[in-house]
Nanobody, 114 residues
Framework: VQLVEAGGGLVQPGGSLRLSCAASGLTFNMYVMKWFRQAPGEERESVAAISSGGSTYYADSVKGRFTISRDNAKNTMYLQMNSLKPEDTAVYYC?????????WGQGTHVTVSS
C-alpha cells in the first residue's frame, strides 16, 4: 500500500494550496480517508476526514477554510486549503482507515509565511 501526498509548499497568509493524496495497493473506496497535520513541537492532529460515501468531518480550526474531497475513480483524496494562516504551518499527512488497517503517507510540508 502506498499513500503519496503532493501539493505542499510555501504560501503567504491568506493564500491557498491544494494537497492531494494518491493511493495505490488498496481498495480505495472501502477506506475512510483523513488528513492529519503536525506542527513543529506539537502532536499530530486530525484536520479533516471523508467517508467512502462522501460524508465529511472538519476540525473547528479549519471549518469554512478547508475542503476535503475524494475521487474514487482516481484513488485520490484532496484538501483544498484557503485563507491560510501561519498557524496552519505543519507537515500534512494522508491516512487511510478501513478493514482493520491503518495506512499513512510520508507527509508534505506546508509553510504559511510572509
Amino acid at each position: 500500500v502506498q499513500l503519496v501526498e503532493a501539493g505542499g509548499g510555501l504560501v503567504q497568509p491568506g493564500g491557498s494550496l491544494r494537497l492531494s493524496c494518491a493511493a495505490s495497493g488498496l481498495t480505495f473506496n472501502m477506506y475512510v480517508m483523513k488528513w492529519f497535520r503536525q506542527a513543529p513541537g506539537e502532536e499530530r492532529e486530525s484536520v479533516a476526514a471523508i467517508s467512502s460515501g462522501g460524508s465529511t468531518y472538519y476540525a473547528d480550526s479549519v471549518k469554512g477554510r478547508f475542503t476535503i474531497s475524494r475521487d474514487n475513480a482516481k484513488n485520490t483524496m484532496y484538501l483544498q486549503m484557503n485563507s491560510l494562516k501561519p498557524e496552519d504551518t505543519a507537515v500534512y499527512y494522508c491516512n487511510a482507515v478501513g478493514a482493520g488497517r491503518n495506512y499513512w503517507g510520508q507527509g508534505t510540508h506546508v509553510t504559511v509565511s510572509s
